[in-house]
Structures are given as C-alpha cells and as structure tokens.
C-alpha cells in the first residue's frame, strides 16, 4: 500500500479507502464485513468512511462494529453530517445546532471518542457559512474531530470557506470528497486548482462508476442477475452509464488493461490515482477479494502513451452526463 498526506496536512491516508459498503444487519451480513475489514488492514488500507445518514445512522454502527477489534490510533476514520436525520426542521443542514449534536451522535453509533475527518456532507445555503466553520473549528478544539473537510462542494464554496477561515484564523479544511472516475470529470476544470491553492485534497467516491468501470456489464447482453443494476431499488445514476455508448467505451477501455495484463478496476483506479490532488479513492466491497484486487492498482503507473490512449477513448463519450 501507499500513503498520501490529504492536502496540507500531515494527516496520511492509504491510496485506497474503505467506504461504507452496505448496512450489515444480520449475522452472516456482519461476518462479511469483518471479513472485509480484516483484508483491508492485511493490505494496508487505513481509511474507513461512512455518514450518518447511511440508512439513518445504520451504516456508522456497521461500521463501529467491524472497526471494534482494531486499535484507534491503527485507523483514519470519517463521517459527515448534513443530510435529514429526522422530521425536525433542525434535524438537517449545517446549523452549529445540527453539527454539534450530530458530531454527537455519529460517535456514540461508532463507539469511538473522536473522528479524525469529519465532512460537510453537502453545502447548505441556508446556514451561514461562518456559523458552520465555526462549530467546525469548536469541535476541532474539544478533539471531537481531528481535521474538518467538505464533500460536493463547488469551486466557488471552497474558496469563499478558506477566505473565511483564513481571515478568522479558523483550523482550515483539508479535503473535499466529490464524484470522480473516467466519465465524471468536473472537478478538474475548477474544484482540484481551487483545492491546490487553498491546501485541499480530494478523497472521491465511486472511483469505478458504480460498478461501470469493472467490466461486468456488456453492450447488449442483459443485466447480471446479481449486479447492483439489476436491483429495482437502485438510484437511477447507476442506470443512466447503462447504454451502448458508455459501455462500449467500457470495452475499449477494458482492452487498454488487457494489454497492460491488469484488470479493468485496477486501470480505472491507477488513472484516478494519477491525479496529484487526489488524496485516496474509496472503494466499496462485500468480499474480500474485491478488496485484494482494487489495491494492487496503487502499483500501477500509466506511461504517458497509456494516459493519451484512454483519452482517446474517453473522447467518444465526451458529452455524457449520468443523472444526477
């Protein structure tokens, strides 16, 4: 495994992080977990994230229960908050009253006494930015949170925050957690220069679209029975890659690894990982093996020949845009 630092800090973070893969409920479903867990410290990762609103709060216990056999000081672990915890008008947002007892509320789920990132889960136009900085910084100060990050926030967003905290000598934020893989792109117009300038790093989320960029769907061939886009359930991003074009690109794509003799997850994690602000890409996993693939992609490095091809490929779906 590889470590980078998230931004300016010197906080370290393995290339590849765990995220919140499922709400384990049962036994068996537990078992998998700790069976996760257990191969992701075996392959170096150090990175665990969830939210609170993971099936309201279910997903921060799932994950407290696989994390409750190893040392805290052995781990890096997230949360965020923003997103309805309840009915309440202040059970939502980014008010220091939603923070503070939100804060609260993911460490008692989690059984830990401190979370060393803690993320504005989205940005809320409806609190004042100052406020929300400042309950930020005060739980920083009582060492509920070690370092205080954002996730989905705008060039714009960032930049307005770190003149905020720069001009009422705040702790500063240290991460943004946006979408990032072959065909969600935005962030490199405007949110990663913005983050290099004001110290930030990103830590992205579906880094393999969703399950896209893994090869398991194929242009015109029915859905696997067993694949999240074949559950009924699911939002309708995963759905929207599901047409002949993107999935073609998929196959392109998936010859590009062949050649390289690796898997397609891993070359859609090592160009991910080829961007210098990227701090580490969460995976998600129900298997140990998944895992055990993914984090051979820290060793992979695209030739610049290899990055120029992918681009090529990337060009025939250049206008997409899944569903938001």
């Known amino acids: 495994m590889r470590y980078r630092n998230v931004g300016n800090s010197g906080l370290k973070v393995s290339e590849i992080g765990l995220g919140s893969w499922l709400t384990y409920g049962t036994a068996a479903e537990q078992k998998a977990a700790d069976a996760c867990m257990e191969k992701a410290f075996e392959s170096g990762i150090?990175?665990?994230?969830?939210?609170?609103?993971?099936?309201?709060?279910?997903?921060?216990?799932?994950?407290?229960?696989?994390?409750?056999?190893?040392?805290?000081?052995?781990?890096?672990?997230?949360?965020?908050?923003?997103?309805?915890?309840?009915?309440?008008?202040?059970?939502?947002?980014?008010?220091?009253?939603?923070?503070?007892?939100?804060?609260?509320?993911?460490?008692?789920?989690?059984?830990?006494?401190?979370?060393?990132?803690?993320?504005?889960?989205?940005?809320?136009?409806?609190?004042?930015?100052?406020?929300?900085?400042?309950?930020?910084?005060?739980?920083?100060?009582?060492?509920?949170?070690?370092?205080?990050?954002?996730?989905?926030?705008?060039?714009?967003?960032?930049?307005?925050?770190?003149?905020?905290?720069?001009?009422?000598?705040?702790?500063?934020?240290?991460?943004?957690?946006?979408?990032?893989?072959?065909?969600?792109?935005?962030?490199?117009?405007?949110?990663?220069?913005?983050?290099?300038?004001?110290?930030?790093?990103?830590?992205?989320?579906?880094?393999?679209?969703?399950?896209?960029?893994?090869?398991?769907?194929?242009?015109?061939?029915?859905?696997?029975?067993?694949?999240?886009?074949?559950?009924?359930?699911?939002?309708?991003?995963?759905k929207s890659y599901l047409n002949d074009q993107v999935l073609q690109c998929v196959e392109d794509l998936n010859q590009v690894a062949q050649r390289l003799e690796i898997s397609l997850s891993q070359l859609a994690l090592a160009w991910v990982l080829r961007q210098p602000n990227v701090s580490s890409a969460l995976i998600g996993a129900t298997k140990p093996d998944q895992i055990a693939e993914n984090v051979k992609a820290v060793n992979v490095r695209l030739e610049p020949e290899t990055i120029e091809q992918i681009e090529g490929i990337l060009k025939q779906v250049a206008g997409f845009a899944p569903a938001r």
Not at 132 to 147: F, H
Not at 148 to 169: D, F, M
């Open 46 to 238: 150090n990175f665990f994230d969830t939210a609170n609103a993971y099936n309201r709060g279910e997903g921060e216990k799932a994950m407290g229960a696989a994390l409750k056999a190893y040392p805290r000081s052995s781990y890096v672990l997230s949360s965020k908050v923003y997103f309805p915890m309840d009915s309440g008008p202040n059970d939502r947002g980014l008010s220091r009253k939603h923070i503070m007892e939100q804060c609260e509320a993911s460490l008692k789920r989690l059984g830990v006494d401190y979370l060393d990132l803690y993320f504005c889960h989205r940005y809320d136009a409806n609190t004042p930015l100052e406020e929300t900085l400042r309950a930020l910084d005060d739980l920083t100060a009582q060492g509920k949170i070690l370092y205080a990050a954002v996730s989905e926030w705008s060039a714009a967003q960032i930049a307005e925050a770190a003149g905020i905290t720069e001009r009422l000598r705040l702790r500063p934020l240290i991460s943004n957690q946006p979408i990032y893989n072959m065909f969600e792109r935005y962030i490199e117009r405007e949110v990663i220069p913005v983050s290099e300038r004001k110290g930030l790093g990103q830590i992205v989320f579906s880094p393999l679209a969703q399950g896209i960029l893994t090869g398991k769907y194929k242009p015109g061939q029915p859905l696997p029975t067993d694949s999240r886009a074949a559950n009924d359930s699911v939002n309708g991003v995963i």
